[in-house]
């Protein structure tokens, strides 16, 4: 199916520093969703926007609902080594869902 | 809330046999599942979309005679990977919504290995 497209595909970074990533669509989408993904795990839901424009935090993690509705975006703060992971976006334009191809995340102690 | 299963974790087969993956939401219902799967270092792809008490939609490429799909229940579905060669080796992830639908949860996985 679709996928869309998440940037940077791979992050290294030292401990104490805040990441960011994104996800665009080519259409608008309702819903937007930020996964992790721990090796060997299945994807775990960090956060779940539903509006234009929202902001919404889950502890040092905040994402926003991009206001066009074909972006999304997932800030980390202070990270820290259990950070380390895929990161997943996923969408909704109508009942089917879209994954983002995923950022690798590596934090350096 | 919202714990999805799978089972078995891991399983390892020889070549030619059958394998069963169960997927079950342990505390909610699931009208709809879907099946991915993962290669390494890449993302999720969509296998089928299982819809209780209906057929399996399965995606393109996708060959439903090899990869059985039963949503017998509410709360499970089942993946039949049908004389399984080196090839379908991966990592098998089953996911189900709410009936809102607005968002997947995922199992933790299965890891098949063929011999």
């Known amino acids: 199916g679709q996928q869309l497209n998440q940037s940077p595909q791979s992050m290294f970074i030292q401990e104490g520093e805040d990441v960011s990533m994104n996800c665009t669509s080519s259409?608008?989408?309702?819903?937007w969703l930020w996964y992790k993904q721990d090796p060997g795990e299945g994807p775990v839901l960090l956060i779940a926007?539903?509006?234009?424009?929202e902001l919404t935090s889950n502890g040092r993690l905040t994402a926003q609902f991009g206001i066009t509705r074909k972006d999304s975006f997932l800030n980390i703060s202070a990270s820290i080594p259990s950070d380390v992971g895929i990161y997943f976006c996923?969408?909704?334009?109508?009942?089917?869902?879209?994954f983002g191809t995923g950022t690798s995340l590596t934090v350096i102690p | 809330g919202a714990v999805v299963s799978q089972h078995p974790s891991w399983v390892i087969c020889k070549s030619g046999t059958s394998v069963k993956i169960e997927c079950r939401s342990l505390?909610?219902?699931?009208?709809?599942m879907f099946w991915y799967r993962q290669f390494p270092k890449q993302s999720l792809m969509l296998m089928a979309t299982?819809?209780?008490?209906?057929?399996?939609?399965?995606e393109q490429g996708v060959e439903k005679d090899k990869f059985l799909i039963n949503h017998a229940s509410l709360t499970l579905s089942t993946l039949t990977v049908t004389s399984a060669h080196p090839e379908d080796s991966s990592f098998y992830i089953c996911?189900?919504?709410?009936?809102?639908?607005?968002?997947?949860?995922f199992g933790p996985g299965t890891r098949l290995t063929v011999l």
């Open positions: 996911s189900a919504t709410l009936r809102t639908g607005n968002e997947q949860f």
């Open positions: 259409s608008i989408f309702n819903t």
């Open positions: 926007l539903y509006k234009a424009g």
């Open positions: 996923a969408g909704r334009p109508g009942n089917q869902f879209y």
């Open positions: 505390d909610f219902q699931a009208t709809t």
């Open positions: 299982s819809n209780e008490g209906s057929k399996a939609t399965y």
